[in-house]
């Protein structure tokens, strides 16, 4: 059976804040983006990171759901 391939909470994130983060600091590299994103999550309160936390559960269902019908096919 293969991986499953679903994104993690902090990968949400990223897609969620990158454009914002090259827009206010578009001379930063990848590392060094990343490292902000890095601190960006890390200063999140429990509550805010638990709306990324559930979109990832949320995304790990639909990748379940996709692999359970290519495996019907």
């Keep these: 059976m293969p991986k ?6 902090f ?5 969620d804040h990158i454009a ?10 990848f590392k060094e983006r990343m490292a902000e994103l890095k601190k960006m999550w ?12 559930k979109r ?5 269902q639909r990748a379940i759901l996709e692999q359970r019908v290519d495996t019907v096919k």
Excluded: M, T, W
């Design 4 to 9: 499953l391939k679903f994104k993690s909470a």
């Design 11 to 15: 990968k949400i994130y990223k897609l």
């Design 20 to 29: 914002e983060l090259k827009e206010l600091h578009p001379d930063f590299g």
């Design 42 to 53: 890390q200063g999140l309160k429990a509550n805010e990171k638990y709306l990324y936390v």
């Design 56 to 60: 990832s559960r949320l995304d790990k």
